[in-house]
T-cell receptor, first 112, second 113 residues
Framework: GESVGLHLPTLSVQEGDNSIINCAYS??????FIWYKQESGKGPQFIIDIRSNMDKRQGQRVTVLLNKTVKHLSLQIAATQPGDSAVYFCAEFSGGSEKLVFGKGTKLTVNP | KAGVTQTPRYLIKTRGQQVTLSCSPI?????VSWYQQTPGQGLQFLFE???????NKGNFPGRFSGRQFSNSRSEMNVSTLELGDSALYLCASSTGRGTDTQYFGPGTRLTVL
């Protein structure tokens, strides 16, 4: 169902376009970051991760960029497809807290 | 290798009842973390179990509890259910070593009437 009280940022793109989903994280001590994709009715699915000693990592059609100076993470999806439509979450892990903290998520809609 | 499984997938309870949810991690994984997902609060960490011990805990009341068995399977229990406990409960498994990736199950959808 749709969110009530939690206004998810939304991004709508055309099939074939590149998508960029942004995330601001809060803890400067976080040393590991993950992007998850969650489709309706399913659990979050791991997409790609990056450690704090890197600023870029590439996977298949996805790239994660990390800017520690401004505590910003982005996920780039190349040639976006209808199957990419989902809610995307960034998560940060801090060795100090030993737990994963999730962002609020961004809803991506790909129009055919 | 089989993924994380959760049972049941759907559950309907009434206020005041209690509920037990089950999670079987990926074979070889020793850490199980539980999360509550609601439209209002997003994904919130409940607790993590590693080798049968609670290793980390989120900010939830004592009505939420869990345990882990020697085969790494985990259960979480919610007592004295409230309407606000309606949510998708997700578990995630990992090897438990440092920042190893967590893999999620499909979740249990709990509805409290």
């Amino acid at each position: 169902g749709e969110s009530v009280g939690l206004h998810l940022p939304t991004l709508s793109v055309q099939e074939g376009d590149n998508s960029i989903i942004n995330c601001a994280y809060s803890n400067s001590a976080s040393d590991y970051f993950i992007w998850y994709k969650q489709e309706s009715g399913k659990g979050p699915q791991f997409i790609i991760d990056i450690r704090s000693n890197m600023d870029k990592r590439q996977g298949q059609r996805v790239t994660v960029l990390l800017n520690k100076t401004v505590k910003h993470l982005s996920l780039q999806i190349a040639a976006t497809q209808p199957g990419d439509s989902a809610v995307y979450f960034c998560a940060e892990f801090s060795g100090g807290s030993e737990k994963l903290v999730f962002g609020k998520g961004t809803k991506l809609t790909v129009n055919p | 290798k089989a993924g994380v499984t959760q049972t049941p997938r759907y559950l309907i309870k009434t206020r005041g009842q209690q509920v037990t949810l089950s999670c079987s991690p990926i074979s070889g994984h020793r850490s199980v973390s539980w999360y509550q997902q609601t439209p209002g609060q997003g994904l919130q960490f409940l607790f993590e179990y590693f080798s049968e011990t609670q290793r980390n805990k989120g900010n939830f009341p004592g009505r939420f509890s869990g345990r882990q068995f020697s085969n790494s399977r985990s259960e979480m229990n919610v007592s004295t259910l409230e309407l606000g406990d309606s949510a998708l409960y997700l578990c995630a498994s990992s090897t438990g070593r440092g920042t190893d990736t967590q893999y999620f199950g499909p979740g249990t959808r709990l509805t409290v009437l």
